[in-house]
């Protein structure tokens, strides 16, 4: 009997051991997966895999094909597919775009020493004024501005703050979207940027990444046209026309059916910004090849890993799993958006979705970053003691708004980000193969791994809204 009780003792004390994801727990044949699909989606042949291009559809073919191979389920009615436009910056004819001042003009395109001058948001709508304009700081509302003092003005706004006053207002800050849509429900009819820092290309890079915002947005730089707009204006006239143009953009999404009562997301983006042209913090990098290996090939690699290990372990297997491959995130999470808004099932019908994102640099930071921990009371005790003695797990309650999770949260479910840290190749064209941690991989699949086992003690996770607590610090 005693001889009996100690076998199985000993066979529940090794299940248990062997049900813990920890660092090695996975065969070498992982590492060479990883390795395989990070060569194909980071190689130059895909040239960025911007959405609409031919490269960015050669990925689509390689993750449905690994999708298929794996035997996950379409999940769209029409296949593994969901299409929707990714507006794209398209042509601004010179003499259609303008800012005046009395009898001093300045035309788009046009540039000084430093940097544009002029440059529009092609997000923005088109749109024509005369009249005054008003200067408002940095557009902080409550400290810059208040009451109906914007109303019917165009409205000129700092794009940013000197590193003295984000100390003074940070309590008040908010993010240049948020002021910029804040203006407009002040009764702002257009909004102009002031480029103060006037540092090169930085301008470009960034607001081509914004959303449509609903009110005609420019930015000016140069320290002749600041001064002129830091001063409130009687006599100002400001034109804008944008032809728009989209680029056919597609998710990909493959289910897994367990037959169980719940379902979980796991997301990665598969895009890139393609040569350079939109979205490359280099402005002299335009035409060379971003191949985006970290930002998200390693993602998107550790997403297809993921199928693989989850159909061959059935402790990961406790609910039903979505996977989802998402387009457009550099143009401001459009796929993950589009996603949530035309899901053919109610979205809150997941438990949870887990966001893989910039992965590949853990050799690098020697932790894996958890952002969104407080958007479910039960995440904190899922990554408590997480078995990772080779890395850290450092623990962030932010959001992250610039990622996929971020669309979820949003709609109400709890979501989590793992990123291993941005980097001086972010956004340029030398975030290339040969700087990926393929070791680090692993590891991040198997904390994955880990993560999903330990949420299955949790039958629904608790949502804690935190994206209206974050949007104030943004």
Known sequence: MKRSLFFVFV?????????????????????????????????????????????????????????????????????????????????????????????????????????????????????????????????IEGVHYSGQELMGQIV?????????????????????????????????????????????????????????????????????????LRRTQKDLGFSMSIQERGAEAYNVAGFLDNGKPTTMVIGAHYDHVGLGKWGSRDPKA???????????????????????????????????????????????????KYFVEHCPVPVHDFSYMLNIDMVGRLNRADSLMVYATESATEWTSILRDMPCDQFGIEEIPALFPRSDHASFVRAGIPAIMLHTGLHEDYHGPTDDLEKIDMDGLVKVTEAALEIIRRAEAHPRLTFVDIAVKNARVQ
């Open 156 to 228: 000129t706004m700092d794009w940013e703050l000197s590193a003295k006053d984000k100390k003074k207002f940070a309590k008040y800050y908010t993010g240049l979207s948020t002021r910029i849509e804040n203006a407009k429900k002040a009764g702002a009819k257009a909004v102009i940027l002031l480029d103060r820092t006037n540092k090169k290309g930085i301008t470009q890079m960034m607001i081509r990444r914004q959303r449509d915002l609903g009110i005609p947005v420019a930015l000016v730089s140069g320290k002749k046209w600041v001064r002129k």
């Open 11 to 139: 066979v529940a004390a090794f299940g248990l051991s062997a049900q813990v994801f920890k660092c090695g727990s996975l065969p070498l044949e992982s590492r060479e997966n990883l390795k395989r699909d990070m060569e194909f989606l980071a190689s130059d042949d895909l040239e960025g895999r911007l959405p609409g291009t031919e490269g960015a559809n050669q990925a689509v073919a390689y993750i449905i094909r690994n999708f298929q191979e794996a035997g996950l389920q379409p999940f769209f009615p029409g296949g593994y597919t969901q299409q929707f436009v990714a507006p794209r910056p398209a042509h601004l004819p010179k003499h259609g775009n303008w800012i005046r001042v009395k009898n001093d003009s300045l035309f788009v395109n046009e540039t000084q020493e430093a940097a544009p001058a002029f440059v529009l948001l092609p997000y923005s709508q088109t749109g024509a004024f005369e009249g005054s304009s008003v200067y408002v700081k940095a557009g």
């Open 286 to 336: 335009e035409g060379q090849v971003h191949n985006g290996a970290d930002d998200n090939a390693s993602g998107t690699a550790v997403l297809l890993e993921l199928i693989r290990q989850i159909r061959q372990h059935p402790e990961v297997q406790g609910r039903n799993v979505l996977f989802v491959a998402f387009s457009a995130e550099e143009d401001g999470l459009l796929g993950s």
